[in-house]
């Protein structure tokens, strides 16, 4: 498996809410997050990314969906970059408030730095937090 297998591999497990559990075979030891919005500002590691984005779905959003838009891998730097939107509508009682029935469609980029091993060692999210809030209700 290629190094962008393994970061597609990584990405789908991710979005579909699989949890550490499915993503850590795709991850290396100690491999490190960051995302510049609230939300996201105090994790700071996959693993407890993997664990937040479950969490997301199973608690508040379930049947949450992805559409991937584009993607690439930079053979020089050996990252790997997906462009999606997330699908989802809060409809459990796992969020800031009750349950709002509303929807939101969120554009986001992950980029996924991977090792020599080919797995990843480093992610960061791009992601506009306080406009999906919004939509959600949840702000």
Known sequence: MTEFDN???????CESAKGWEECQQYVAEGATFSAQCEPLAEIDTVKAYCEWMAGVVRD?????????????????????MFFGTYHLKHTKDGGPVPPTHKEAHANYVYCLTMNADGKVEKMVKIWNAPWTLRELGWA
């Open 60 to 80: 508040a959003t379930p049947g949450a969906t992805y559409d991937v838009h584009a993607s690439s891998f930079d053979e020089q730097t050996h990252t790997a």
């Open 7 to 13: 970061a597609r591999e990584f990405f789908d497990a």
